[in-house]
């Protein structure tokens, strides 16, 4: 097992979009490990391969209380959405220290493989539904930042930018 890195806004890296995965063989299943023990170690809800600079359509998911239900995502889809929408908080492992207000609906159907090879669908709501539609926006190449004004945007992608040049020079 491994902790993997995580790309950090505004690299462009973070904008490709995700191909299906072929086959889950032993490779996947080694990535999904590195990936929930990535996202364990950072205290996130979810990770997606995206994330890791890996670009297929896998995530990893976990918004129980006690942190011990993780949920596999392989080729994940939504099926579903439902036409209520709530304005929620959201932060981002790619974005650190930055929350604000992105628009989702409430409650959505996802199919997807788990890690058996099962293909399943999920009916979700709450911060799971919101979890999954952050997720899948990744793995099309979207940051939730990107609901934002184009001036709060920047502003971010200025203050990132600088967080990270500050992280360089402590090396
Ligand atoms: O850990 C996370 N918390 C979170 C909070 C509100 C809405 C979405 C999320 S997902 C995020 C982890 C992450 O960046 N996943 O891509
Ligand atoms: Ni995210």
């Not at 205290?43 to 670009?55: E, K």
Request: glycine content about 6%; proline content about 4%.
């Amino acid at each position: 097992m491994a902790l993997l890195t995580i790309l950090r806004y505004p690299d462009p890296k973070l904008h490709t979009v995700a191909k299906p995965v072929a086959a889950v063989d032993a490779r996947i299943l080694a990535l999904i490990a590195d990936m929930l023990e990535t996202m364990y170690d950072a205290s996130g809800i979810g990770l997606a391969a995206t994330q890791i600079d890996v670009h297929v359509r896998l995530v990893v998911i976990d918004t129980s209380e006690d942190r011990d239900q993780p949920l596999v995502l392989i080729n994940p889809e939504i099926t579903w959405l439902g036409d209520e929408r709530v304005k929620g908080e959201e932060g981002c492992l790619s974005v650190p220290g930055i929350y604000d207000g992105v628009e989702r609906a409430t409650q959505v159907k996802v199919k997807a493989m788990d890690a058996d090879g099962q293909v399943r669908t999920i009916e979700a709501e709450g911060l799971l539904a919101v979890c999954i539609q952050h997720e899948l926006d990744h793995l099309m190449g979207k940051v939730f930042v990107e609901y934002l004004s184009p001036l709060k945007r920047n502003r971010i992608k200025t203050k990132l930018l600088k967080a990270l040049r500050d992280d360089e020079e402590e090396d």
